[in-house]
């Protein structure tokens, strides 16, 4: 069992991030000036790439929004959303902290609006479509005992088992991300406009810089990653943009 919390802690370890900015950039839409100068959206590479490698380790359970959006493809992988009406909700807030009823309607709206941003700004889509997810489990109408039940039913269904191609999509994953991590946390690359994709430890690289050293450190940065075994770099020069694009 893997936490939201626990995956940023080890995300800011890894890649030397402060927890407080970390745990910010996957909390909160950043301000019009973090956008332009890519704050933020930089990290989650970090946060995906941890949480692919605990992944691949074997079984696991996440908990925490938006982890189904950050294992594009993998096919074992079951994405389950739980809903309880906004009443239920409250007295569950209220239950653990010491508040009122309407501040605790408050708190939970912030909470839903922020989250809806964030999912929005770094996604583009809405968190709350039930498409986004292969279940949804409403705790109003069932109980603990019958959602558990029925979570472990779906997860054992033929079409959520791992296959060969799935493993080999989510070590791809893996590797694209932690490449993608490194890139944008180097001080020689993370400004630059890039595109990686992986495929069987061959890491190809695409994109745009307005400098020359930026684009010979590139697949240098890139080949530090472990898993890596060739590099293909495809970079054209022009301005540079303002900020990292995160694939």
């Not at 791992?162 to 944008?184: C, E, I, Y």
């Not at 060739?230 to 900020?243: L, R, Y």
């Amino acid at each position: 069992h893997l936490t939201r919390e626990a995956n940023i802690d080890a995300a800011a370890k890894r890649y030397r991030i402060p927890l407080d900015e970390m745990t910010a950039a996957m909390e909160r839409r950043p301000s019009f000036w973090g956008k332009a100068l890519g704050a933020g959206v930089a990290y989650v590479p970090a946060f995906r790439a941890c949480l692919c490698e605990r992944a691949e380790k074997g079984a696991m359970v996440y908990t925490g929004y938006l982890g189904h959006l950050l294992f594009p493809g993998i096919s074992h992988v079951l994405s389950i959303r739980v809903v309880a009406d906004l009443e239920e909700r409250v007295q569950g807030l209220i239950r653990q902290e010491t508040m009122s009823h309407t501040h605790a309607i408050a708190t939970l709206e912030k909470e839903d609006r922020t989250v809806r941003d964030w999912t929005r700004f770094i996604f583009g889509v809405a968190w709350d479509d039930p498409g986004q997810y292969d279940l949804v489990v409403n705790l109003s109408r069932l109980s603990l005992e019958t959602a558990c039940e029925t979570v472990v039913h779906t997860a054992e269904m033929p079409q959520f088992q791992p296959t060969p191609a799935s493993r080999q999509a989510l070590a791809d994953l893996t590797l694209q991300s932690r490449v993608t991590a490194t890139l944008a946390m180097d001080f020689r690359t993370r400004d630059a406009h890039l595109k990686v994709t992986a495929s069987a430890g061959v890491v190809t690289i695409t994109g745009a810089t307005g400098w020359s050293e930026v684009a010979e450190a590139i697949p240098r940065v890139a080949r530090r990653v472990e898993g890596v075994t060739e590099v293909k770099s495809d970079i054209t020069g022009g301005a540079p943009p303002m900020g990292l694009t995160w694939y």
